[in-house]
């Protein structure tokens, strides 16, 4: 089943978005409107607007109130995609030119900041201070998060909880604020959006630890992108300090740099995939789904439950 | 007059105080610390002291998104070294974040609301002005005038200062046409100048120098126009930078 399957019942709603995000990016330069536009017609799963959404439903749902949050939350996110390729040194995402690739790096950093100015203009229609200091504090924490990574990278004998507070910052909590957001803006009570807060941390950090995992397992095709990817530009991530309980790997680890060759890499992507890391790491991300699961027990009854709990249970399963 | 001494001092105060907030230990250590604009940062305090009591704080909150924009005009393609480009790129970002942080502690959306617009038009004009989009010298100072005062402006506004606005925005251009002309001199081509020489190519009867020169005459004869016009909003902005002016001079004359 697809996941957009399991909120199909939003569609409508999401179109909205859709609409609403082509609006929000449209600009007197020409060059800002088709590199923005080009952007969002990409796609992407949208997984911050739908969390959004879902959320809201445990409030007073109204769309023309939830919207503004929702769309945000895109901008956010795609703001930091576009300097994420200026980072990443990216020619293509999603198979697609990157405005850094096409205009330059000055462009795209142009870009990026202005698809945040857009952000928070639509943000500026949530009276809520509570939603300003969270999503203000996130956006900071989300940054470090990036900075740790850099920090980071090719340092093999780290702990554990470092991954985890990176990947709580690089994914877990932008996914978080959608839920605990969407919850404020529908005017849900504070317990409630504390809950979707926790939610959509626990399923956040259980995407992460899938993501990380597909990096060894997945193809190219599946990945769009090279297998093994993330441990050749030095992101260590869980099946890695797993793996590094061997001591072989450990050794073979510690010889990867960003120009090895191909062949050698594959080496030690074998070994990883042999090891017990990968399951290891996949108990990890079940674990922090079951947690997900349970605190959706504590929300309040409504049909959205069950959307909830179903997209929770696909992201564990889920192959690319 | 508003005593100098104490504007410089609640500067310094402001910008240390500005520093604490940002820093981090890893970041500035491989990257170099953001530069203020202390002059700007004087003109800024001047303008809204007295404002408003929070006024330290809305300050703060523009000098936080300024000096994020201006790290990320750091970001070239050819830079010293991948790791620095890659922090320069999260060190504006952060910045940025601080910005909203500081925004969302004042409570006052509308002001969110009003700098964003600001910052929206701050990076469309720097499009325009990278692609030299400029036609004409009026363009060319539109475009710039928008990067160069938007966030101050838009500050301004918040705070009601109409007759403020005009003044500092003409002063700025001035200075703006004052530095371009300085760059000019010593060869220093900026993205201002390169659009500069392509309208001079266009109109072939005027060289860049010539239409520095010719607009400069022109602004500070509007100036004038203006400090009269709104002479109870300017006395002070104006001795203020004839202070400014007279320090720099007495320092140059050593």
Redesign the interface.
């Known amino acids: 089943m697809k996941l957009s399957f399991m909120y199909s019942f939003l569609k409508s709603d999401i179109d909205v978005i859709e609409r609403e995000l082509e609006m929000a990016i449209r600009?007197?330069?020409s060059?800002?409107n088709d590199a923005s536009l080009q952007f969002i017609q990409a796609g992407g799963k949208r997984i911050r607007p739908v969390f959004v959404l879902l959320s809201a439903k445990f409030g007073d749902y109204d769309i023309e109130k939830v919207k503004h949050v929702a769309v945000a939350l895109e901008l956010i996110h795609m703001a930091?995609l576009v300097?994420d390729d200026?980072?990443d040194?990216a020619e293509t995402r999603r198979g697609k030119k990157t405005i850094k690739a096409i205009h330059?790096?000055?462009?795209a950093?142009?870009?990026g900041?202005?698809i945040?100015?857009?952000s928070?203009?639509y943000?500026?229609?949530?009276?809520s201070?509570e939603a300003?200091?969270i999503?203000?504090?996130t956006?900071?924490e989300?940054?470090?998060g990036?900075?740790e990574q850099?920090?980071d990278k090719y340092v093999m004998d780290q702990h554990v909880k470092t991954y985890f507070r990176r990947i709580k910052r690089k994914t877990a909590l932008l996914i978080a604020v959608s839920c605990q957001l969407g919850g404020i803006a529908a005017g849900a009570s504070k317990n409630v959006h504390r809950n979707l807060w926790l939610y959509g941390y626990y399923v956040g950090m259980s995407y992460q630890i899938i993501d990380d995992i597909l990096d060894f397992t997945a193809t190219e095709k599946e990945l769009g992108k090279p297998a093994g990817g993330d441990l050749l530009q030095g992101n260590i991530t869980l099946p890695v300090l797993f793996a590094r309980e061997d001591k072989e790997i450990a050794e073979l680890l510690e010889s990867i740099y960003e120009d090895m060759p191909k062949e050698q890499l594959e080496v030690v992507l074998e070994k990883i995939k042999n090891s017990d890391a990968i399951e290891k790491s996949y108990k990890v991300s079940q674990a922090y789904l079951q947690k997900a699961l349970k605190v959706v027990d504590r929300l309040p009854d409504q049909k959205i439950k069950k959307t909830l709990k179903d997209i929770a249970l696909y992201i564990g399963k889920r192959k690319s | 007059m508003k005593n100098n001494t104490t504007i410089q001092q609640q500067t310094r105060e402001l910008i240390t105080g500005l520093k604490a907030k940002y820093q981090h230990p890893y970041l500035f250590s491989v990257i170099s610390q953001p530069t203020f604009d202390e002059e700007r940062v004087q003109l800024f305090i001047y303008l809204l002291k007295g404002q408003h009591t929070n006024y330290k704080k809305y300050l703060e909150s523009a000098l936080l998104m300024e000096l994020a924009l201006n790290t990320h005009e750091q970001v070239i393609t050819n830079g010293p070294s991948l790791k620095e480009r890659q922090l320069t790129v999260l060190a504006g970002d952060y910045l940025s974040g601080l910005y909203y942080k500081s925004v969302a502690l004042l409570g006052d959306t509308p002001f969110l609301l009003r700098l964003s617009k600001a910052i929206r038009n701050v990076n469309e004009s720097k499009i325009k002005l990278k692609l030299s989009e400029a036609n004409s010298m009026k363009e060319l100072l539109t475009i710039q005038s928008i990067i160069d005062d938007s966030m101050l402006v838009h500050v301004l506004q918040h705070f009601h200062l109409n007759d403020e606005i005009k003044i500092v925005s003409e002063g700025l251009i001035i200075k703006r046409l004052e530095v371009e002309l300085e760059n000019w001199k010593k060869r220093i081509i900026t993205p201002f100048l390169l659009n500069l020489q392509a309208i001079a190519k266009k109109d072939k009867t005027e060289s860049v120098l010539s239409l520095l020169e010719n607009e400069l005459d022109d602004r500070q004869i509007q100036f004038q126009t203006i400090v009269k016009k709104y002479w109870s909003a300017s006395q002070e902005i104006v001795e203020y930078f004839r202070q400014q002016r007279k320090e720099q001079y007495l320092a140059e004359e050593g």
């Open positions: 600009s007197n330069s060059l800002l930091s300097h200026v980072i040194d330059g790096n000055r462009i950093m142009y870009t900041d202005y945040f100015a857009r928070l203009e943000m500026s229609a949530i009276e201070e300003h200091k999503l203000a504090e956006i900071v989300v940054c470090l990036e900075v850099i920090k």
